[in-house]
């Protein structure tokens, strides 16, 4: 495609909140600079935020610190 960006990696990461710490989550989450994009959602996951970062290595750093946000219960990401 001629917009794609094969330089720059993408992923979902689809996140669970503890009780009632949506809010506290979603302002770490909007905070994060690999963070492009934030929607909240229904069902299992709580917030579906899209991730970009120009290496795996960059993708990992940013996963880990996501990881690292008080109230996030569980993840799961899906690079695209």
């Known amino acids: 495609r001629p917009d794609a960006e094969p330089q720059q990696i993408r992923a ?13 989550v979603a302002a770490r989450l909007i905070g994060e600079p ?24 960059q ?4 996963l880990g610190r996501i990881r690292l946000i008080k109230g996030i219960r569980g993840s799961e990401t899906s690079i695209h």
Not at 59 to 62: A, E, G, I, P, T
């Open 34 to 57: 690999g963070v492009a994009a934030l929607h909240d959602t229904n069902g299992r996951w709580d917030l579906l935020a899209e991730i970009r970062a120009d290496s795996m290595a």
């Open 12 to 24: 979902w990461m689809s996140v669970e909140v503890e009780g009632n710490q949506l809010r506290d």
């Open 59 to 62: 993708l990992s750093q940013v």
